[in-house]
């Protein structure tokens, strides 16, 4: 058979990994087929050989001899006169073989038939990708900076797949630069059309789990576990181990000496503060633990409403709201508890909520971020230190000092 360009095809896909031969055989088989019926009418009366080591293949063509003239049908029946043209000794009944040669099928049908070769290998190729990378969800991926645009940075790995790492799964502080080794967690894979779609996160709390995995041997052994991980990318993380031999201390062995375990993924996570602590099901220790490094006094906590309202002295208040509200808000987040911060001694004390009628409600959360949120917490501040710790307008902080103190003068 002719080594056209079609045929020429095979050696450019027979050693492609992720495709095998009977695979291969198959797509082929399943093209020319596809050509045969346009052509024919039918294919039910053709043999297909391929042999894609050699990059060749036949087809043949069996019909049954008929008597001249009586041909009914000229794709299983062949005229007596027509047949001994092949093989001169034909005699009616019996069964002739005749190759059907590529150029017969028509220099268009041979490009199409091309065309249609490599859309079926890519399919399979996709569809191989797709549950490749299906299977590698939740797991680290490391991949190389291909192109970077404004709301993505597009990766490919050693095999040349496309990997999408979006703006917002990226840490704040991440920057790229073509050629860039980027580790990140396969987050989810979808195929949209025939082309599936990879989409790494380094912002995803998994993230931080599989890099404990990873860098330290007990996690990696299952001597400890992860119970819980919360993030604010690039921030702040808390991460609530566990350890069910009492010989090893998990926070102990996740930090190492001086910070060196922890220090290589702080350095990966863009210097991120993490806050690793003992789990535990004393849920007044957990929150305790929690609020770390702030040192509790008293806990109440109310089950049904799955609120915890803590008691602090008034210097370590700022440490369990912490810079932003970020430890307060992953303190809440690990143990599952609404926590309420309260200041030792501030019985007398009036909430800052109880003035939602005169304070408007952005105004309130403006003062809880940098944790005051009790009037005498904000009255027993200057102007200054309030100017420069929130994002009010003097006249609005002077608005509220003016309410404030109205209460206690009543």
């Known amino acids: 058979m002719e080594n056209l360009a079609l045929i020429d095809s095979f050696s450019e896909f027979k050693d492609d990994k992720l495709i095998d031969r009977v695979t291969l055989m198959?797509?082929?088989?399943?093209?020319?087929?596809?050509?045969?019926?346009?052509?024919?009418?039918?294919?039910?009366?053709?043999?297909i050989i391929i042999n894609p080591d050699k990059g060749d293949m036949e087809i043949w063509r069996n019909r049954v001899v008929v008597a001249d003239g009586e041909v009914e049908d000229p794709n299983a029946e062949i005229s007596l006169t027509e047949a001994r043209?092949?093989?001169?000794?034909?005699?009616?009944?019996?069964?002739?073989?005749?190759?059907?040669?590529?150029?017969?099928?028509?220099?268009?049908?041979?490009?199409?038939?091309?065309?249609n070769l490599i859309s079926k290998i890519h399919e399979h190729d996709n569809t191989n990708i797709y549950k490749h990378f299906k299977d590698l969800e939740g797991e680290i991926y490391t991949a190389e900076v291909h192109h970077i645009r404004h709301r993505a940075v597009i990766l490919l790995d050693d095999d040349g797949n496309e990997i999408i790492l979006p703006k917002e799964k990226q840490i704040p502080s991440d920057f790229f630069r073509k050629g860039d080794?980027?580790?990140?967690?396969?987050?989810?894979?979808?195929?949209?059309?025939?082309?599936?779609?990879?989409?790494?996160?380094?912002?995803?709390?998994?993230?931080?789990?599989?890099?404990?995995?990873q860098e330290i041997p007990e996690v990696f052994d299952g001597l400890i576990t992860v119970k819980k991980v919360v993030r604010i990318p690039g921030e702040k993380a808390k991460v609530a181990v566990d350890s069910y031999d009492d010989r090893i201390d998990p926070v102990g062995a996740c930090v190492g000496m001086k910070g060196s375990r922890i220090h290589g993924i702080v350095r990966e996570l863009g210097n991120e503060n993490i806050d690793v602590i003992n789990?535990?099901?004393?849920?007044?220790?957990?929150?305790?633990?929690?609020?770390?490094?702030?040192?509790?006094?008293?806990?109440?906590?109310d089950e049904e409403t799955k609120r915890a309202e803590v008691i602090l002295k008034p210097e370590e208040v700022s440490k369990a709201i912490g810079r932003g509200g970020h430890n307060i808000r992953l303190a809440g987040q690990l143990t599952g508890y609404e926590i309420d911060v309260l200041r030792e001694g501030a019985e007398e004390d009036v909430e800052l909520t109880e003035f939602s009628d005169e304070i408007e409600q952005w105004i309130i959360d403006e003062f809880k971020k940098i944790g005051l949120d009790t009037a005498k917490s904000i009255?027993?501040?200057?102007?200054?230190?309030l100017l420069s710790r929130t994002d009010l307008e003097e006249e609005t902080i002077q608005e509220v000092i003016n309410i404030l103190k109205e209460e206690f003068e009543e």
Do not use: C, H, W
């Open 85 to 115: 043209k092949i093989e001169a000794d034909f005699e009616i009944g019996e069964d002739v073989s005749e190759e059907v040669k590529l150029i017969d099928l028509g220099r268009r049908s041979i490009l199409a038939l091309r065309q």
């Open 379 to 385: 009255l027993e501040k200057d102007m200054a230190f």
């Open 26 to 47: 198959a797509i082929l088989e399943d093209v020319f087929r596809n050509a045969l019926k346009k052509k024919y009418g039918d294919d039910d009366n053709f043999d």
């Open 181 to 213: 080794n980027v580790r990140g967690i396969i987050e989810s894979v979808e195929l949209k059309g025939n082309k599936p779609a990879i989409i790494m996160s380094r912002a995803n709390p998994l993230f931080l789990e599989k890099l404990f995995e």
């Open 279 to 301: 789990f535990t099901n004393n849920t007044n220790l957990f929150i305790t633990r929690a609020l770390s490094p702030a040192k509790v006094t008293s806990i109440k906590i």
